[in-house]
């Protein structure tokens, strides 16, 4: 069992609608981070928020909106999506600060995607 | 871009030890290098990490050169459920805490 928990586990959209993916962790995480992944490729990092903080977007295109509302949880809201951008998008979560930001991310088990 | 260099795959037998090999000959002094798996339709799993000393869990063995350009993941004993991708990844030590996928080895447990 995931000590992240990513919700839902599939969505399938249009390329109109808004909708919101969810990521919830209660393990005192400080720093929150979403992935995107393709079928048969690895994980790509898309944002890092650090103390409720957005510290890394790697150029995600702006029909990716990402929020911090608190410490334990992390949303991106998806407008106007394309097909390509169908895929499973991953949340994780590690400790933050010193040598605790050398330890581990913990992975939840994804949203799959689907643009219609 | 990823930092890392892994076979794409490899076979292994069951109940026999597994060793994935991993390049990474840019590393820096103080960057760690770290081991997650993923199994079909499920997220990433940490397995260990290690900076150049050689580390031990009760899953798995990192196995670090002394120049520490290269690593090797050891299981000691293979079942059928280790049977996933594995990825070595280089940590980039910033306030942002990049983590950077390489292509991974895809590692398949034959019985």
């Known amino acids: 069992d995931t000590e992240v928990t990513q919700t839902p586990k599939h969505l399938v959209m249009g390329m109109t609608n808004k909708k919101s993916l969810k990521c919830e962790q209660h393990?005192?995480?400080?720093?929150m981070y979403w992935y995107k992944q393709k079928a048969k490729k690895p994980p790509e990092l898309m944002f890092v928020?650090?103390?409720?903080?957005?510290?890394i977007n790697e150029s995600v295109p702006s029909r990716f909106s990402p929020e911090c509302p608190n410490s334990s949880l992390l949303n991106l809201h998806l407008h106007a999506l394309q097909p390509e951008d169908s895929a499973l998008y991953l949340c994780?979560?590690?400790?933050?600060?010193?040598?605790?930001?050398?330890?581990?991310?913990?992975f939840g088990d994804g949203t799959r995607l689907s643009i219609l | 871009d990823a930092k890392t260099t892994q076979p794409p795959s490899m076979d292994c037998a069951e109940g026999r030890a597994a060793n994935l090999p991993c390049n990474h000959s840019t590393i820096s002094g103080n960057e760690y290098v770290y081991w997650y798996r993923q199994i079909h339709s499920q997220g990433p799993q940490y397995i260990i990490h290690g900076l150049k000393n050689n580390e031990t869990n009760e899953m798995a063995s990192l196995i670090i050169t002394e120049d520490r350009k290269s690593s090797t993941l050891i299981l000691p004993h293979a079942t059928l459920r280790d049977t996933a991708v594995y990825y070595c990844i280089v940590r980039v030590l910033n306030t942002g805490n990049q983590f950077y996928f390489g292509t991974g080895t895809s590692l398949t447990v034959i019985p």
């Open positions: 994780a979560s590690s400790q933050e600060g010193g040598t605790a930001s050398r330890g581990p991310q913990h």
């Open positions: 393990m005192g995480h400080r720093a």
């Open positions: 928020y650090s103390y409720e903080k957005l510290s």
